[in-house]
């Protein structure tokens, strides 16, 4: 999910430029994955309220404003950070992240869209 497919067409400029980043995560995470499962386990449990809430968002993407995809986007971004700060910490995040914050900006996005 961090790296779409046919991502080279789909993503902008600017967004490829974070491929690098999301791509050593991967391979990070799945290096850990293999060595400790269980502990991998416990951290894909904390992004996956987030991801419910964001498949949620997506659903409904056609009924939403310019402001409400905006503030979706933005989560989406987020995501894509926290996922780097959960399974791959050595790699740093384009914006400092936490559970807390995307808790906050979903209860953002529920206020306002």
Request: proline share 5%.
């Amino acid at each position: 999910e961090i790296l779409p497919p046919h991502f080279l067409e789909i993503l902008s400029l600017g967004a490829l430029s974070d491929c690098d980043r999301y791509l050593r995560s991967l391979s990070v995470r799945i290096e850990r994955a293999h060595a400790d499962p269980a502990k991998e386990q416990v951290k894909k449990d904390k992004l996956t309220p987030h991801l419910q809430n964001y498949s949620f968002l997506k659903k409904r993407e056609s009924e939403m404003t310019g402001e409400c995809l905006s503030l979706m986007q933005e989560y989406g971004a987020m995501l894509n950070e926290f996922r780097i700060s959960l399974f791959s910490p050595e790699i740093r995040t384009k914006i400092p992240i936490s559970e807390k914050k995307l808790s906050q900006h979903w209860q953002t996005l529920c206020n306002h869209c």
